[in-house]
């Protein structure tokens, strides 16, 4: 079995603007700037058969390559429990488009049906036990965080390999948009 997901990575100098968001928030467990990436589509573990089917359903998607904006934080849970700290990206077309692609391939091969709304966002970090309060002063003190016209030339099938210094992601393979 393997652990999958379809994401769209970022180069070292975006992903160094990002992790330079990633201090001064207590309780917080960051997300490693090399794992830093939008995820277009989890996927989960699947046999090596499967994996076979959705790399050869994803080489097969032809959309053309588009623009990203990334804009603001935010958080999964709510502001007394919050469990997730995320940069939003703001949703596009073509975003969405080449979503419900991917999506779509990956249930053809075989791959279970994700119920969820694909809601873009890049996770920043984990929460645990972190008063809201400091959450919200992180948020106030860390101001509006915005990258556009983020060129989007080509999407990504990753390997996902849980270990105890939590999960490594490597690509497996690369598809060009366009």
């Known amino acids: 079995m393997i ?3 379809v994401g769209i990575g970022f180069d070292d100098d975006l992903t160094a603007r990002i992790a330079a968001l990633q201090q001064g928030l207590p309780g917080a467990r960051w997300i490693a700037p090399a794992n830093l ?3 277009l589509r989890f996927i989960g573990e699947v ?3 499967v994996a076979e089917e959705i790399h050869h359903g994803l080489k097969t998607l032809a959309e053309p390559p588009f623009a990203l904006t990334l804009s603001g934080l935010g958080l999964f849970g709510d502001r007394h429990q919050a469990h997730t700290l ?3 990206v703001e949703r596009s077309a073509a975003l969405s488009r080449l979503a419900a692609r991917v999506d779509g391939a990956v249930v053809q091969a075989g791959g279970r049906p ?3 709304r694909f809601n873009p966002h890049v996770t920043l970090a984990r929460l645990k036990d972190t008063p809201p309060g400091r959450i919200q002063d ?3 003190a860390t101001g509006p965080f915005r990258e556009d016209h983020l060129a ?3 999407f990504t099938l990753f390997r996902s390999t849980l270990g105890r ?3 490594q992601y490597d690509a497996l393979e690369h598809y060009p948009l366009g």
């Open 3 to 5: 652990r999958l997901f």
């Open 37 to 39: 990436h939008l995820t």
């Open 86 to 88: 995320w940069l939003g």
């Open 152 to 154: 989007v030339e080509r």
């Open 138 to 140: 992180f948020m106030d």
């Open 47 to 49: 046999d090596e058969e």
């Open 114 to 116: 994700e119920p969820r």
């Open 165 to 167: 210094q939590g999960a």
